[in-house]
Nanobody, 124 residues
Framework: QVQLVESGGGLVQAGGSLRLSCAAS????????MGWFRQAPGKEREFVAT????????NYADSVKGRFTISRDNAKSTVLLQMNSLKPEDTAIYYCAARNIATLSSRERAYDYWGQGTQVTVSS
């Protein structure tokens, strides 16, 4: 089992940047494929980005492609989400998730462990 704790959320103006961090504890972090999801008020949770165990392969939602970058540091058991050129529509609670099976997935149900989320608010 792995425990996930997100941090780094906050309030930022449109066009600004934030970096979210997800710290993992428990079983070997490097064995997990990791993902970021988000949930805006009144909407379902949606996929943002995912990364394989080594960090060499990533996948992004079309809405964030070119603006967000997912990365990981297995030595520190951490996965990051660098968010640039933020837009008001990026406002949401952002969740970190871990997946036991060694394939990339954008499906929420494919992930086994979840953090509590961190709020990101982008003002216009």
């Amino acid at each position: 089992q792995v425990q996930l704790v997100e941090s780094g959320g906050g309030l930022v103006q449109a066009g600004g940047s934030l970096r979210l961090s997800c710290a993992a504890s428990g079983r070997t972090f490097s064995s997990y494929y990791m993902g970021w999801f988000r949930q805006a008020p009144g909407k379902e949770r949606e996929f943002v980005a995912t990364i394989n165990w080594s960090g060499g392969t990533t996948n992004y939602a079309d809405s964030v492609k070119g603006r967000f970058t997912i990365s990981r540091d297995n030595a520190k058991s951490t996965v990051l989400l660098q968010m640039n050129s933020l837009k008001p529509e990026d406002t949401a609670i952002y969740y970190c998730a871990a997946r036991n099976i060694a394939t990339l997935s954008s499906r929420e149900r494919a992930y086994d462990y979840w953090g509590q989320g961190t709020q990101v608010t982008v003002s216009s």
